[in-house]
C-alpha cells in the first residue's frame, strides 16, 4: 500500500520555467489536496478537488493550476515559475469529508532561481 | 485575516515532562479539530483529532482538550520523550470540501 507518491522529490527551475509537480494515491480516496509550506510556517491550502472532475482554488492559487481527470491522480502546474514559488509542496488525499485523517505525501521541494 | 492562531511558536521540555500547545480558531465553520505531527523532511501526519461535541479526548500520552465557547483547543502531551521531538500543527477543517486551515506551527523539542 503505497499511500501518496508525489514526484519528484526535488526539482531547481529557473524563472519562467513551467513543471507538473505528480501526485497519485491508491487508497481510492474521493479528496485530494495540494499545500505548500514555507520555512517556518503551516501550511497554505493551493487547490483541492471533491472528486474527478471537480477543482476548487483553495487560500494561494495564484501561479498555479490542476486536473482531476482520475480518482487517483492529481497533478498540480506550474507555469512561469517565479522566485515566491520556492517552496515545499504537499499532495494529501482525505476518504472522508473532514472527519477522515489526511494522508500526506513525502512532499515535493522546489527551488526557483 | 488569521483565522488559526497557535503558541507557542518554540517549546523546550524536559523528558518526562508535559508538553502543552494551544490553538484558536475564528472561524464557527470548523467542524473537526486535529492536530498533525512532522517530523523533518516528511510529510505531516495525523496525531490526534476531536469533533466538537466532545471537550477532550485522550490517546495514549495525547489528550485533547476543546472550548468551544472560547474557540480554543490545545494539544497534551503527557511523559514527554525525545521522540517526541518535531514539529506539531493544529489544522481544523471546515465543514465543506473537508479543507485543513494550519496554524503556523509549534516546535517541539524533548530533551534527555
Known amino acids: 500500500n503505497a499511500g501518496v507518491t508525489q514526484t519528484p522529490k526535488f526539482r531547481i527551475l529557473k524563472i519562467g520555467q513551467s513543471m507538473t509537480l505528480q501526485c497519485t494515491q491508491d487508497?481510492?480516496?474521493?479528496?485530494m489536496y495540494w499545500y505548500r509550506q514555507d520555512p517556518g510556517m503551516g501550511l497554505k491550502l493551493i487547490y483541492y478537488?471533491?472528486?474527478?472532475?471537480?477543482?476548487d482554488k483553495g487560500e494561494v492559487p495564484n501561479g498555479y493550476n490542476v486536473s482531476r481527470s482520475t480518482t487517483e491522480d492529481f497533478p498540480l502546474r506550474l507555469e512561469l515559475a517565479a522566485p515566491s514559488q520556492t517552496s515545499v509542496y504537499f499532495c494529501?488525499?482525505?476518504?472522508?469529508?473532514?472527519?477522515?485523517?489526511?494522508?500526506f505525501g513525502s512532499g515535493t521541494r522546489l527551488t526557483v532561481v | 485575516q488569521q483565522q488559526v492562531k497557535q503558541s507557542p511558536q518554540s517549546l523546550i521540555v524536559q523528558k518526562g515532562g508535559i508538553s502543552i500547545i494551544n490553538c484558536a480558531y475564528e472561524?464557527?465553520?470548523?467542524?473537526?479539530f486535529p492536530w498533525y505531527q512532522q517530523f523533518p523532511g516528511k510529510g505531516p501526519a495525523l496525531l490526534i483529532a476531536?469533533?466538537?461535541?466532545?471537550s477532550e479526548k485522550k490517546e495514549g500520552r495525547f489528550t485533547i482538550s476543546f472550548n468551544k465557547s472560547a474557540k480554543q483547543f490545545s494539544l497534551h502531551i503527557m511523559d514527554s520523550q525525545p521522540g517526541d521531538s518535531a514539529t506539531y500543527f493544529c489544522?481544523?477543517?471546515?465543514?465543506?470540501?473537508?479543507?485543513?486551515?494550519f496554524g503556523q506551527g509549534t516546535e517541539l523539542s524533548v530533551k534527555p
Open positions: 494529501a488525499s482525505s476518504y472522508l469529508e473532514g472527519a477522515g485523517g489526511y494522508t
Open positions: 487508497m481510492n480516496h474521493n479528496y
Open positions: 478537488s471533491v472528486g474527478a472532475g471537480i477543482t
Open positions: 472561524n464557527t465553520a470548523f467542524d473537526y
Open positions: 476531536i469533533r466538537p461535541d466532545v
Open positions: 489544522a481544523p477543517v471546515y465543514n465543506q470540501g473537508g479543507k485543513l486551515i
